[in-house]
């Protein structure tokens, strides 16, 4: 009996180690290489760097890489934060119901689970209706296991997302002041550029309306 215990609390560490690092047993992570790492420069202050794993979800991680280079993450909110749970952004309306002009993907599900700190596509009811959105964990939520692509897990800044203003939608929503690939050697933005993008934006005055011109009587 005294065996047994042994054995099934070994068991139990080995399990507890493999979800720390966001494995399954015999499913472990490929070394963090700078072309699969996404960083997000966050106006909470500072830098997040998530690994991407195209060893699971090759055309999601594909996705993130174009769309991050092509400027398309730059300036939008985390819309959709709830505590507890995750951080949900990279819908270009801030809405919840935009996305980028790309086809959607076909779902790429694996057997990431959603610990703290993972990083998955968001979609709707379809499986194949994920676009740019995406969304980063708070807590656990083993629930969404398999039934959605999970493609990266923070590796570093982990505190800036814990920063992150909750709400659906926040009252002054954080943002993605700039959003890089590792191997592109992106300088991290200095704090004093991340506050200044944190600040509400200023709304502007409507224009102010053109005067008609005067009429002119027709020639006679």
């Known amino acids: 009996m005294f065996l047994k215990k042994i054995a099934a609390a070994a068991a139990a560490l080995l399990f507890a180690a493999a979800a ?17 790492v996404w960083h997000l420069d966050l106006s909470t202050g500072g830098r997040v760097s998530i690994q991407l794993r195209p060893d ?26 709830i505590e507890g749970f995750m951080a949900q952004g990279g819908d270009p309306t801030g809405t919840g119901g935009g996305q980028s002009q790309l086809p959607d993907l076909e779902p790429e ?51 800036f997302v814990d920063a992150i203003e909750r709400g659906e939608p926040p009252a002054n929503p954080t943002r993605i002041v700039r959003a890089s690939i590792g191997s592109d050697n992106v300088p ?19 224009p102010t309306p053109i005067a008609p011109p005067p009429s002119v009587p027709p020639r006679r």
């Open 188 to 206: 991290p933005l200095s704090p004093e550029q991340l506050r200044a993008a944190a600040a509400p934006r200023p709304v502007a005055p409507p």
């Open 109 to 159: 599900f694996n057997p990431l689970p959603h610990l703290r700190g993972a990083v998955a596509m968001a979609r709707a009811q379809e499986p194949n209706s994920a676009n740019s959105q995406f969304y980063i964990m708070l807590a656990p939520r083993f629930s969404l296991d398999r039934r959605y692509t999970v493609f990266g897990r923070v590796i570093g800044g982990m505190n």
């Open 20 to 36: 720390a690092a966001q494995v399954t047993p015999g499913f472990a992570p490929p070394p963090v290489m700078p072309e699969y």
């Open 56 to 81: 699971v979800a090759p055309n999601h991680v594909e996705r993130i890489r174009t769309l991050t280079r092509q400027g398309f993450y730059d300036g939008l909110t985390f819309h959709r934060v």
